[in-house]
């Protein structure tokens, strides 16, 4: 018996030690993976422990392998829950809460425009290969991208956060439109050569509608037109709003304006 014990305690050693060599190694090891760990450890000490305590009297030297292995699994299992702990904890990487965002500098938190509602935004602007489209804050621009694939259009993307210019920037290399896409890392309100423009579209809040309604109204030329998704342009009457339901049943609206005259 006290063999098979020994037997045992050096194969729950090395299963300890191949764990925690994995672990060491993870400094990308999953959450998930270091909550399995810990029990399974658990597990393995107390089976180490039982086996020690049936066995018979054990020698001195089977004595000191049983302490030190019980030692080697003690400590594994603390380095695991440590690692678990700081898993979970703010400071991590992976699961930090994002920064806050301050709406009145960049329109809003990020979140993608579902494609539908890119394909109807696009639609209702009527756009063609003979437009320049202005995404103002592009995200992963999309919309320029879908203009540029679907109709042949010119697009400009600009958004402040570096990561989504670099997203962008991507996008636009993996859908080859590089040709027709241009992405900038810019401020919406500081647009130099937003005349260019015969198409903007908005996913931005409700306040920087607002704030870039005089800067449209100064700069785009008649028969511009502008579409906003979710949010309107205050009390701009809107030349036309689309309701749509997803098939996940969320509903969307998209406002359309069009640049008539110079004071809209």
Not at 148 to 157: E, L, M, P
């Amino acid at each position: 018996m006290r063999r098979l014990s020994i037997r045992l305690l050096i194969v729950g050693a090395g299963l300890a030690l191949l764990v925690l060599i994995l672990c060491l190694l993870g400094a990308k090891t999953k959450q998930e993976d270091l909550a399995l760990a810990v029990p399974v450890l658990a597990g393995l000490t107390l089976l180490v422990l039982l086996l020690t305590l049936l066995s018979d009297k054990p020698q001195r030297e089977d004595a000191a392998i049983s302490g030190v292995i019980l030692a080697g699994l003690a400590l594994v299992n603390v380095i695991l829950f440590l690692g678990l702990g700081s898993s979970l904890s703010p400071s991590d990487e992976g699961m930090r809460s994002p920064p806050p965002v301050d709406e009145n500098l960049t329109g809003g938190a990020f979140a993608a425009t579902p494609q539908e509602v890119v394909d109807k935004m696009l639609e209702l602007a009527q756009v063609t290969k003979d437009d320049v489209v202005y995404d103002l804050g592009c995200g992963d621009g999309r919309i320029v991208i879908t203009a540029a694939k679907k109709y042949g259009a010119r697009g400009v993307g600009i958004d402040i956060d570096p990561q989504r210019v670099n997203e962008s920037l991507d996008n636009v290399a993996n859908e080859k439109v590089g040709h027709l896409v241009e992405i900038r890392l810019g401020d919406a309100l500081q647009v130099k050569d937003l005349e260019r423009a015969t198409v903007v579209t908005l996913y931005l809040v409700a306040e920087f509608n607002l704030k870039l309604r005089p800067i449209l109204r100064e700069k785009l030329k008649p028969g511009s037109r502008i579409v906003t998704y979710q949010y309107d342009l205050g009390d701009w009457y809107p030349d036309k709003t689309v309701r749509l339901e997803d098939k996940a049943k969320f509903k969307h609206t998209i406002y359309l304006w069009r640049i008539n005259t110079p004071d809209q």
